[in-house]
């Protein structure tokens, strides 16, 4: 009887058998995704610790992590050395759950999302497919989404009450009463003869002599003349005679006498408001829907 040679191999389960390409994890380059990773962070904080750099270093702040995580996508459909059918699935999972946080967002994150949570959500998903870069497909796609919504999903439970000037945002639990909230709760209506005088007639008809009467003062030229402030506030710190608080706006105020005139948004109205010089008390307002 003859003998015959059988390949061992044939007899090995595709998991065990190293020439199966079915069971081989295709790895993907990451040299790119960890510099744009690390230019996402230095983007984002340069306006933090530059605070007497160019005027514009706010926009590296603001824009920059956003055009890394650009940069980042074209990178996974271009050079990441994935197959189509991944990249496309991943492409399809990360906007699935960019959509779902986005929708999910208060109404006060709803038009930074693009600069708060769709960076935060590409960068988790790009850590992800880093991290698990070795992994199979399936692997890999399921740890870069769920880093994408652990790093995009906190953002749905919060709110902006505001931004600064070197693009930080002033961020609090969405379910906390806002400032605003808390002050329409506790605002009591005042109002008396005198005031409703006043209310038909601006600063400048009411008071021809008033000392402030509009934006930038008399002059519009933001010059204070006749009264004049010590620059010294170490020697002499200004003494603070009075604090209430107010609803949100960008309105100064206009001067005459002992009252102060300014606008002010109370929820969804905005209201002219005149204020006491000496006491800080409401005395009138008037308010339109916004």
């Known amino acids: ?46 306006p933090s610790f530059w605070e007497n750099g160019p005027s514009m270093t706010w926009a590296i702040g603001a824009f920059g992590p956003m055009l890394s995580c650009l940069l980042a996508v074209l990178w996974w459909f271009l050079l990441s050395g994935a197959s189509w059918k991944e990249k496309g699935s991943g492409f399809g999972l990360l906007v699935l759950c960019l959509v779902v946080c986005s929708l999910l967002l208060h109404p ?10 769709i960076p935060l959500g590409i960068a988790g998903f790009t850590l992800g497919l880093v991290v698990m870069s070795k992994s199979d497909t399936f692997r890999r796609l399921a ?26 945002f002033d961020l609090e639990p ?23 005088q006043i209310a038909e007639l601006g600063p400048s008809e009411a ?15 933001g010059v204070q003349r006749g009264v ?13 005679v009075w604090r209430i608080k107010v609803g949100p706006a960008w309105s100064s105020f206009a001067v005459a006498g002992n009252y102060l005139f300014t ?28």
């Open 263 to 290: 606008q002010e948004q109370r929820g969804p109205e905005e209201a002219i408001v005149c204020y006491a010089a000496d006491s800080g008390s409401e005395l009138w307002s008037s308010t339109v829907e916004s």
């Open 174 to 196: 969405r379910w906390v009463p806002s400032a605003e909230e808390q002050f329409l709760a506790s605002r009591k209506e005042k109002s008396n003869a005198e005031s409703e």
């Open 143 to 168: 740890v870069a989404s769920l880093c994408c919504l652990i790093f995009a999903g906190p953002t749905i439970m919060l709110r902006n009450k505001g931004a600064w000037g070197n693009f930080s």
């Open 1 to 46: 009887m003859s003998s015959s040679t059988v390949d061992e191999n044939a007899f090995r389960s595709p998991e065990t058998n190293p020439t199966s390409k079915e069971t081989v994890p295709k790895g993907i380059r990451i040299a790119i995704p960890i510099i744009l990773l690390c230019l996402m962070i230095i983007a984002r904080f340069i």
């Open 108 to 117: 006060s994150l709803a038009g930074l999302s693009v600069v708060i949570t």
């Open 228 to 240: 004049v402030f010590d620059v010294d506030w170490k020697a002499n710190p200004p003494k603070e």
């Open 207 to 221: 008071f021809p002599d008033a000392e402030w009467p509009g934006f930038r003062g008399p002059n519009r030229d």
